[in-house]
């Protein structure tokens, strides 16, 4: 049931990810549903899709972790209907926290935003 990617959620963004190498991939084409102003769509809607990407790059390796801290740069407008490619990496490691990156790219290219969030690993023994 997860929002981003849980294929059962009626109102989730039904993102599949797929981990290979180490980089975690997925796509998302934005409806009408999913708008912040006229054409354009929300940068929340932007935001979770970045936070999941980086977030999957952990739970695809079955490491249990959550967002401790997460920044975005928003670069360009996405306008609905637009698909955007996610990407999202390791970029270091310390004992229980995790930096991680990501991006959201057009076809063509385009950096439409970019994150960077501090995820904590669970401790052992802990669900």
């Given at each position: 049931?997860?929002?981003?990617c849980?294929?059962e959620?009626?109102?989730?963004?039904?993102?599949?990810?797929?981990l290979a190498e180490?980089?975690?991939?997925g796509?998302?084409?934005?409806?009408v549903?999913h708008?912040?102003?006229?054409n354009?769509?929300?940068g929340g809607?932007?935001?979770?899709a970045?936070?999941d990407?980086?977030?999957?790059?952990?739970?695809?390796?079955?490491?249990?972790a959550?967002?401790?801290r997460?920044e975005i740069?928003?670069r360009?407008?996405?306008a609905?209907?637009d698909t955007i490619?996610?990407?999202g990496?390791?970029?270091?490691?310390?004992k229980?926290l995790v930096?991680?990156?990501?991006?959201?790219?057009l076809?063509?290219?385009t950096?439409?935003?970019?994150?960077?969030?501090?995820f904590m690993t669970a401790q052992?023994?802990?669900s």
């Amino acid at each position: 049931m997860c929002f981003a990617c849980g294929p059962e959620n009626p109102v989730g963004l039904h993102i599949r990810f797929v981990l290979a190498e180490g980089i975690c991939n997925g796509e998302f084409r934005p409806t009408v549903n999913h708008v912040g102003y006229e054409n354009t769509v929300h940068g929340g809607i932007i935001f979770s899709a970045l936070d999941d990407v980086m977030a999957n790059v952990l739970y695809l390796q079955n490491i249990k972790a959550h967002t401790a801290r997460c920044e975005i740069r928003y670069r360009q407008a996405l306008a609905v209907g637009d698909t955007i490619f996610l990407k999202g990496w390791i970029e270091s490691r310390r004992k229980r926290l995790v930096l991680l990156k990501g991006e959201a790219r057009l076809a063509d290219g385009t950096l439409i935003a970019d994150s960077e969030a501090s995820f904590m690993t669970a401790q052992a023994g802990s669900s």
